[in-house]
């Protein structure tokens, strides 16, 4: 059974960070993909974020330069580090893996402005 467990989130003035965490279990974690989505009240699911088994990152243009995607195979854990938070930028965040379609219960993440 796939598990993702997100945490790290919070309230932050804008122009604070964070840095968000996923643990997942019950998948061959090298080998996946892994990507950080997020969801606003009102809005669809986005992707944010998305770093390959070879550890390639991708950005969406409204986070690039401000947040850093990156992995720890040995501890199953893929790392959202989010610098220079907007209003704009709160949303619920979650983590999945390429070759699964399970989410975790995401983490929320509130920028006052």
Known sequence: QVQLVESGGGLVQAGGSLRLSCVASGII??????????????????LVAFISS???????????????????NAKRTVYLQMNNLKPE?????YCK?????????????????
């Not at 969406?60 to 850093?68: A, L, P, Q, S, Y």
């Not at 930028?89 to 965040?93: G, H, L, P, Q, S």
């Not at 893996?97 to 402005?113: E, I, K, P, R, Y």
Request: charged share 20%; glycine share 12%.
């Open 97 to 113: 893996a390429q070759w699964s379609a399970a989410w975790g219960q995401g983490t929320q993440v509130t920028v006052s402005s």
């Open 89 to 93: 930028d709160t949303a619920v965040y």
């Open 29 to 46: 974690f090298s080998i996946n993909g892994m990507g950080w989505y997020r969801q606003a009240p009102g809005k669809q699911r986005e």
């Open 54 to 72: 070879d550890g390639s990152t991708n950005y969406e243009d409204f986070v690039k330069g401000r947040f850093t995607i990156s992995r720890n």
